[in-house]
């Protein structure tokens, strides 16, 4: 083959390629551009060959290549036009000496917004992850403090494990003192390490004929297609089933009181039972004493765990969980985008975010934290990881119905001739502050937080 043809297969190939190339002179002139380069600088390949490479891609690596003559392999990411490259580049040599570089670059756009999603799927997964251990649980010695020993007796008392009951408002922590009691039962060997830990929203079946047979299994034929099928119940077998909203069970709750009853579960179409050994924590947000068969109930209940309320816990505690998700927060951030990472809670937003009222309690809390912070933060692209970066979340970054009108403890004390009032001193220039002194000199009590939150609501 020729020269020239040989060139000209090789220019088809690179033509086909998605990746660019470049290749230049000693002096940084371009000799040779391939489609994909040409697409990525937005010009012409016939206009870009003879001219500089700084004339397309300012930041070039090649020009470090020149000057070095080593090559430059990976993570070279430079910006043309936002765009962000990996990039590859070589000196070249023709008859032993030195000639040009090339550089061979691929756009890491997608790959960077894909990393950039599971980043921040990452990063919520992780600020909403479920305490499993005792030292991480706010309130151990406070209002939890019953609550963790009552739940470490339901598997640890002398006469054996036990089932349970935990009822609490949602967001109290009923799944967290589930996950507690299985890692205790492991740690003291009631069960093995391996044992399972199934969890069952008994809510989440629109069919109680779908939900009997995810749980407690099916042998073929029990149904037109049905097949043979392990539930739910069996494969908690050895360790803990969690059945969460319990008071969902409605008509299957005497299968499960006979498999509890007898230790037997029998599938669903079936007639062999199965011994199973299971641990049931049941777990409602209402009083199951209503909700279930009264022998079921008398079974599960052998140990009730009631868990507080966030509006029952007291303001230390309250600080504790706000200054724990902050720190979670904090962790989150620092491990997942390597910064030095801040956040600073001001004084006004603080108050706010601990006198509110929260319906869905520490959950809730947690949420409306996250959010405050998320909306405080700069956007990753924006920062210097070089310094340390710190968020300052003050009113205007919580959430607007945060004390909205209906569900907020101290919007109650804001009442219409309050209201007047604020409005007529805000209108007269006064801010927050001096609002708040003015109406407390006239005997009502209203913090200025309150009033600033107040202004900033009506303003939005
Ligand atoms: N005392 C606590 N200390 C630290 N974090 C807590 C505490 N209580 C709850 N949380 C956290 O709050 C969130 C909500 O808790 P959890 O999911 O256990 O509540 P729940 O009662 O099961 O709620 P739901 O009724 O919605 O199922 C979880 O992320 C949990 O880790
Ligand atoms: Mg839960």
């Known amino acids: ?7 000209e297969v090789a220019d088809n190939i690179m033509n086909k390629s998605n990746d660019g190339v470049n290749v230049v002179d ?12 040409a697409d990525y600088a937005g010009y012409r390949i016939d206009e870009m060959v003879g001219n500089h490479i700084t004339k397309y891609y300012p930041q070039a690596v090649l020009l470090k290549v020149l000057e070095d003559r080593q090559p430059i392999l990976e993570k070279r990411i430079h910006y043309v036009k936002n765009k962000r490259y990996v990039v590859n580049s070589y000196p070249y040599y023709m008859d032993g000496e030195f000639s040009g570089a090339f550089s061979i670059f691929r756009s890491i756009k997608e790959i960077d917004e894909l990393n950039k999603k599971i980043k921040y799927l990452e990063l919520q997964l992780e600020l909403n992850s479920v305490v499993e251990d005792v030292p991480s649980m706010i309130g151990k010695g406070g209002s939890l403090s019953e609550v963790i020993k009552r739940a470490r007796r339901t598997v640890g008392s002398l006469g054996g494990p036990r089932h349970s009951i935990i009822i609490g408002e949602s ?6 003192v589930a996950n507690m009691i299985y890692n205790y039962a492991k740690e003291i060997g009631v069960i093995s390490q391996d044992a399972p830990y199934i969890e069952i929203n008994c809510a989440q079946f629109t ?6 047979v995810e749980i407690f299994g099916s042998e073929e034929g029990a149904y037109t297609g049905s097949k043979r099928k392990k539930g739910l119940f069996e494969q908690a077998n050895g360790g803990i089933l969690f059945l969460d909203e319990a008071h969902a069970l409605e008509h299957y709750q005497n299968l499960l009181l006979k498999v509890i009853e007898t230790g037997k579960i029998r599938r669903i ?5 199965h011994r199973v050994d299971v641990i049931v924590i049941a777990a409602s947000t209402r009083n199951l004493k209503d909700e279930l068969l009264p022998e079921l109930y008398q079974r599960l209940a052998q140990y009730e765990i009631y868990l507080p309320s966030l509006s029952e816990r007291d303001m230390r505690e309250k600080n504790e969980l706000l200054e724990y998700f902050i720190m979670k927060y904090q962790e989150a951030v620092k491990n997942l985008h390597e910064i030095d990472y801040k956040v600073v809670i001001e004084d006004d937003a603080r108050e706010i975010l601990l006198n509110a009222y929260y319906p869905r309690n520490i ?8 959010f405050s912070i998320d909306s405080a ?3 990753i692209d924006d920062i210097n990881r070089d310094k340390e970066i710190i968020t300052r979340v003050g009113i205007d970054d919580l959430p607007f119905e945060l004390i909205g009108k209906d569900n907020g403890k101290n919007s109650k004390r804001i009442d219409k001739t309050i209201e007047r009032m604020i409005n007529a001193y805000h209108s007269d220039g006064m801010g927050a502050r001096k609002i708040s002194k003015e109406l407390k000199h006239k005997g009502y009590e209203i913090e200025y937080y309150q009033v600033a939150y107040f202004l900033k609501k009506n303003k939005a």
Not at 1 to 7: A, C, E, H, I, V
């Open 1 to 7: 083959m020729g020269n020239d043809l040989k060139f």
């Open 26 to 37: 000693k002096r940084g002139v371009l000799i040779y551009v391939n489609q994909a380069s």
């Open 171 to 176: 967001g109290t922590g009923k799944t967290m």
């Open 207 to 212: 069919n109680s004929d779908i939900a009997a």
């Open 269 to 273: 179409g079936g007639s062999k039972e």
């Open 363 to 370: 959950r809730q809390m947690r949420d409306v934290i996250n």
């Open 377 to 379: 933060s700069p956007l």
